[in-house]
């Protein structure tokens, strides 16, 4: 009957959600909220659930994207609502659109990402950044579930620089941000790819866990370097 595309967010300590784990939170309160879901067809039916591109566990993010199908047709701004209030806090739903149909996956083409490293100051990051760039290729390795790969991160680079981290920092604390737009691929590229690959070029390394939060995935205009707005032909198509 319906089909709606959900834009949600991990934040705060809920970017430690993994993505089973949100799935299980996210199947709870569409039972919470009573949401009329379709269900597929044959001898064991499930409902019309499909994720896209999800972060990994760790990461926080404004840009987390799934599809659902209805049995019934709904407003999307009370879906949204109502779907937002049953799940925790942290775990929000930020837009819901109606399909205008085509493949959102396939818009999912880029993604932006702030990574705060932690023990380097913008100019030391700078330079790195410089020396990345310069690179005509980066091989890095990574352990998948199919065992160890290796794959170019130079790549996958759109947009990378270094900016100031604009908070205040304890006594003795050196961090800068990256700013970094990822091209999507097979694999695609992480955040701790692009560390891996600094490591490797500029000999860069951070003095605990970078933090990595996802601002916005979505088509990747290569003239500007920029990513815009998977749901904007929906809301187009919506009127």
Not at 7 to 24: I, M, N, P, V
Not at 72 to 81: F, I, M, N, Q, T
Not at 203 to 231: E, F, K, M, W, Y
Request: proline content about 5%.
């Amino acid at each position: 009957m319906q089909k709606l595309r959900i834009r949600y967010a991990k934040r705060g300590r809920l970017r430690f959600t993994s993505h089973r784990d949100f799935s299980r939170a996210f199947e709870r309160a569409i039972a919470r909220a009573r949401v009329p879901m379709a269900f597929s067809s044959g001898f064991n039916p499930h409902p019309r659930i499909s994720y896209a591109n999800a972060s990994s566990t760790g990461a926080a993010s404004e840009a987390e994207y799934v599809e659902i199908g209805l049995a019934e047709v709904l407003d999307p701004a009370e879906l949204r609502r109502s779907l937002d209030e049953s799940l925790p806090t942290g775990l929000d739903i930020v837009d819901v659109v109606v399909s205008s149909g085509g493949s959102l996956a396939d818009r999912l083409e880029a993604s932006v990402w702030d990574i705060r490293v932690n023990g380097v100051d913008q100019s030391t990051l700078a330079d790195g950044v410089e020396k990345l760039l310069a690179a005509p290729e980066v091989i890095v390795e990574r352990m998948t579930k199919k065992g160890a790969r290796t794959f170019d991160v130079r790549s996958a680079v759109v947009h990378l620089e270094a900016r100031p981290f604009g908070e205040s920092t304890a006594p003795g604390q050196t961090c800068a941000i990256l700013r970094v737009v990822l091209r999507h691929g097979t694999p695609s590229v992480r955040p701790d790819d692009v560390l891996a690959a600094l490591r490797e070029t500029a000999g860069i390394s951070t003095s605990d866990a970078a933090l990595a939060q996802r601002l916005a995935q979505g088509p990747l205009d290569l003239r500007t370097g920029t990513v815009g707005d998977p749901l904007e032909l929906d809301r187009d198509a919506a009127g």
